[in-house]
């Protein structure tokens, strides 16, 4: 595989709803980089297997990621409870996460030259996927916090659900994040811890800007 020579490369590790996500599509947008939620590479194969459940194997899924463009990933039917949930699952698979790790990294090292770089962001990039990126953040918030963030998400999207139940899930995804065999979530010694608990959307991006200039600059 060809990689590009000169691009800035970002990756954002975070457990869920820490607002990973929105940093991502802000520092895209502004440094002008191919954005990729990673988290959608196993949503993807996850619909795969609800709707081709006959078809589903390695072989056929490894010949879909193969052929992926991020254009695929943008499918509203990846966005549901139900693909969620399988996703989790297959997630864990050490041949699906390494089929994932593969199209991440391609995606990572060789943007369109229409960008300046890659931003990604998931669990286990800056740790496992992108080691090299130029500047690795962590962004992680209170699960209280978290909870509230998702429960309000979900409430706009005419879920009916409790917010304990959504706080035990999160607890629940946490633990499985961080616990899994395989690419674990976890923060390294060279990435910048990002607490977004009681900061704004735009303070946060302000504080990683900075980050970013300065890894920019030297």
Do not use: W
């Amino acid at each position: 595989m060809i990689k590009r020579k000169n691009i800035l490369k970002i990756s954002i590790d975070s457990p869920a709803a820490a607002g990973a996500g929105t940093q991502a599509k802000l520092i895209s947008k502004h440094y002008n980089l191919l954005h990729l939620d990673t988290g959608r590479v196993y949503r993807y194969v996850a619909y795969i297997k609800i709707t081709e459940p006959f078809k589903y194997s390695y072989k056929y899924i490894k010949k879909k990621i193969d052929k992926l463009k991020i254009k695929n990933l943008q499918n509203k039917k990846l966005l549901s409870d139900k693909v969620a949930t399988v996703a989790s699952i297959i997630a864990k698979e050490k041949k699906i996460r390494k089929l994932g790790h593969t199209f991440q990294l391609k995606s990572a090292d060789n943007s369109p030259k229409k960008y300046a770089g890659s931003c990604l962001d998931g669990r286990d990039i800056g740790s496992v996927v992108v080691k090299n990126a130029d500047v690795k953040l962590f962004i992680t918030a209170n699960v209280n916090v978290r909870a509230k963030r998702r429960y309000k998400e979900l409430k706009n999207r005419n879920k009916k659900i409790s917010y304990y139940e959504v706080l035990k899930s999160i607890k629940k995804r946490d633990k499985n994040d961080i616990n899994r065999k395989v690419s674990p979530l976890k923060k390294t010694e060279d990435m910048y811890l990002i607490n977004s608990s009681s900061a704004s959307i735009s303070s946060i991006f302000m504080k990683i800007k900075n980050i970013i200039d300065r890894k920019i600059s030297n």
